[in-house]
Structure formats: structure tokens, C-alpha cells
């Protein structure tokens, strides 16, 4: 006879359950899992993006006082680039300006108009229509390379930057030239206020 095997069923509902995690090995997780993430957004913040908040009058009417804009820390600058670097005067600060001279780039100011390499630009993110003309000739008067930092063109490895409020803009017309390695970032978005989130320039 053959020998055959019976296993009652409350011995089958009866079997234990597998063993849960300890509370060790759950603070474990929960821990790595907060390192990792963690991790990841100071990966991010450091290497790739980063919130910007705009302080001053220097780039209306493109910027307000108080926008909080999405910096870029990677990939190429061009002319007209909105970009973000320390203070020439204090490191802890950071001055928000535009990019209007490239390495070569020979730029003139000149009866309103600004020149770049011969080429007249039409500067669609200024507004002075509210400022008078004596303001205009004083604040913003003729420059040129020459007369401002001694060379016709913007060095190697540098910008000439301007803040699109050129009448109230400390920028390449006082400091100089910002070193291509001084440069934080860029930026073309705005994330605050909602009712003016997008691009900075939409005419782009």
C-alpha cells in the first residue's frame, strides 16, 4: 500500500505569516530613501537649475523688483542672453544683466542707437518713453569701447553686459567686462508672480 500524506486544513490556514520588517531595517529605508532624494535635488540645484529672485529697477520693465525667475546653469550664452553673476563689488550679491557683447564684438552707443559691429539693433526690451531728455543724455549717454575700457572689441572670454533699464543700471558701462567663468547662469523663465509666469522675452 502506498503511503500517502494528509495535512489537516487547519493546519494549513494556521501557518504563519512571513516575517515583517524589523523597525530597524524600516528607519533603514526611509533613510536612504531621504539621502537619495536629497541627493538628487542638490545634484540639481548645484549643477542645473536654480531659483533666482530679481531685486532692484535695473532690468524693467523685462524684470520687476521681486520676480523670481529659473536659472540655467548649463549650455551656451549668446547675445542677449538675461544672465546671472556676483557682484564686481560684493560676491554675496548677484547682478542680473543682459549679454550684449560677445568675445570680438565692437560696440557703440550712439544719439539713442546701439551699435553692435557696425550694425544698428533694435532693442525691443527697453522702454524709455517715460524719461526725460536731459535724463537721457546724462544717464545714458554716447559710449564706446574705446572711450569706456581702452579696447575696440569685447576680450576673449568675456561679456559686456547691460541692464535694459539704462538710465538706472550699474553694469559693463562702470565695472568692465565679466569674466565668462564668472557667469552663474542664465535665465528665460519667470516662475513668479503666476499672473506673468513664461518666457522673459516673448519677442525671442
Do not use: C
Request: charged share 30%.
Amino acid at each position: 500500500m502506498e503511503d500517502s500524506s494528509y495535512t489537516p486544513k487547519s493546519d494549513k490556514h494556521n501557518k504563519k505569516p512571513q516575517k515583517e520588517k524589523t523597525l530597524l531595517q524600516e528607519i533603514l529605508s526611509t533613510f536612504i530613501y531621504i539621502v537619495v532624494i536629497t541627493g538628487l535635488f542638490l545634484s540639481v540645484r548645484i549643477y542645473l537649475l536654480a531659483p533666482v529672485s530679481v531685486e532692484g529697477a535695473s532690468m524693467e520693465p523685462t524684470l520687476q523688483d521681486g520676480d523670481r525667475l529659473l536659472l540655467n546653469k548649463v549650455g551656451d550664452i549668446d547675445r542677449f542672453d538675461v544672465i546671472v553673476f556676483p557682484s564686481p563689488e560684493d560676491n554675496d550679491k548677484q547682478f542680473i544683466k543682459r549679454v550684449i557683447g560677445l568675445p570680438g564684438d565692437e560696440i557703440t552707443f550712439q544719439d539713442q542707437t546701439l551699435y553692435i559691429n557696425g550694425d544698428a539693433i533694435e532693442e525691443d526690451y527697453i522702454d524709455l518713453s517715460g524719461v526725460s531728455e536731459s535724463d537721457l543724455q546724462s544717464l545714458n549717454s554716447n559710449f564706446s569701447l574705446a572711450s569706456i575700457e581702452g579696447v575696440e572689441e569685447v576680450p576673449e572670454d568675456a561679456y559686456f553686459v547691460l541692464g535694459d533699464n539704462r538710465v538706472n543700471s550699474k553694469d559693463s558701462r562702470s565695472f568692465g567686462f565679466i569674466d565668462k567663468n564668472q557667469v552663474t547662469g542664465k535665465t528665460r523663465l519667470r516662475i513668479w508672480p503666476l499672473d506673468r509666469f513664461g518666457f522673459i522675452d516673448d519677442s525671442d
